[in-house]
């Protein structure tokens, strides 16, 4: 083990929530699994193939960083689409390896067009049309310039797509913005049609949107947080439970972080423990220590919050989260001993640490907690 912890990913949980989420979009829709952000800390190295196995053919990233990243790890014929920044110097890589790519501006689409003539090859470009959102995409009058410049290229462009991104579909609070950015994005689609540039994948839904708003899956959905088995908030959960005879949570959590003891000791009525004051014994109090500290993805704001599971049992933080180590209370806990297995995320026995708790104890979302877990971290498919 060359880290002090370890994220093992269960392949029986990727399987269950893809096939759940095939089970809502159908044959007639194309599943793109969003790997970014180290496919949310999960490890795109063990995702990729193991989601290829499971037939997912399809990957989103943000980054031409993270695109090659997933070239390395895919099959040769999955489709890498790249949704966001792209470095000037990898145009060239992108068009030579077939990758797709997001045009949410009018320098990129230049790029794009200059780079294919000079290879003699197309780039396959999805249109990123703004809907409401404010962040990425083209505005109504970049659009029609796009068009002309689409129009005179066709020879270098493959218009593989046109796209845009709900801001905010988790929320039943945005049900206006969300209904008004959907209209807006059909009207841009007549638009290109009027315009002869007809995209064959039209795409706007993730995992919010294909749950809660299904009219809005098209041709294909960009799913993330639902492949690892997290809901994108608990307003999206109720939405589908509510709807459901069966009241059992259809995801899995893919995820399951380990450590181990390293030390336990005793410690006296009334000591502190760990740096400063912030924790003092109020009893006879046993303490273990795990080799992980936020240097290791286990945030300082779980210190005296936080908890993890050792002998299938409660174990709570306490005192401060260090940068290598945490303290945990074992007072009530017969028998700890080093070298215990710890679990930071994941169940043992009747327990569970979910990231769900963990986020919300946290006071952080799924996505921040997966996606901050460090690359360092020894990840295996079980
Ligand atoms: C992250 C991202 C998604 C996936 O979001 P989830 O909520 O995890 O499904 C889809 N589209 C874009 C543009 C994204 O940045």
Redesign the pocket.
């Known amino acids: 083990m060359n880290s002090t912890s370890v994220i093992s990913i269960k392949n029986e949980s990727l399987r269950t929530n893809v096939k759940f989420i095939q089970s809502l979009i159908g044959e007639q829709t194309i599943l793109s699994a969003?790997v970014?952000g180290n496919a949310?800390g999960h490890g795109v190295s063990v995702v990729v193939p193991a989601l290829e196995s499971l037939g997912v053919n399809h990957f989103?990233v943000?980054s031409s960083f993270e695109a090659k990243n997933v070239l390395k790890v895919k099959r040769k014929n999955s489709t890498v689409m790249i949704?966001?920044f792209i470095y000037k110097e990898d145009f060239d890589w992108i068009i030579e390896n077939k990758i797709e790519f997001f045009v949410s501006d009018i320098s990129t689409l230049n790029h794009a067009v200059e780079t294919a003539k000079s290879l003699h090859k197309k780039a396959i470009i999805h249109i990123d049309v703004e809907t409401g959102m404010n962040r990425t995409g083209l505005n109504l009058k970049q659009l029609k310039k796009a068009i002309d410049i689409l129009n005179k290229n066709t020879k270098y462009l493959t218009i593989q797509g046109v796209t845009s991104?709900f801001a905010g579909a988790?929320s039943i609070a945005n049900y206006t913005r969300v209904k008004k950015q959907f209209s807006v994005f059909k009207k841009r689609i007549k638009l290109l049609n009027e315009n002869g540039i007809y995209p064959k994948i039209r795409h706007i839904a993730?995992?919010?949107a294909t749950i809660t708003y299904p009219e809005t899956r098209l041709d294909l959905v960009?799913?993330?947080?639902?492949v690892y088995g997290y809901w994108?908030s608990k307003e999206t959960f109720i939405y589908y439970i509510n709807r459901k005879k069966d009241k059992t949570d259809p995801l899995k959590r893919a995820i399951r972080w380990c450590s181990e003891v390293a030390s336990v000791k005793d410690v006296n009525i009334g000591e502190f423990i760990g740096y400063g004051l912030s924790y003092q014994a109020q009893q006879k109090t046993k303490i273990m220590i795990v080799p992980v500290g936020y240097c290791n993805g286990f945030s300082r704001s779980l210190s005296n919050t936080g908890r993890v599971i050792v002998n299938g049992q409660i174990s709570p933080v306490i005192g401060s989260v260090n940068m290598n180590m945490t303290i945990c209370d074992i007072t009530h806990i017969p028998d700890v001993k080093c070298g215990d297995r710890v679990i930071l995320i994941g169940n043992q026995g009747e327990q569970e640490i979910s990231f769900a708790s963990f986020a919300e104890m946290n006071q952080s979302l799924n996505?921040e907690i997966l996606a901050r877990l460090p690359l360092n971290i020894e990840r295996k498919l079980v």
């Open positions: 969003v970014k949310y989103s943000y949704m966001g991104h988790e993730s995992s919010a960009r799913v993330g947080i639902l994108p996505y």
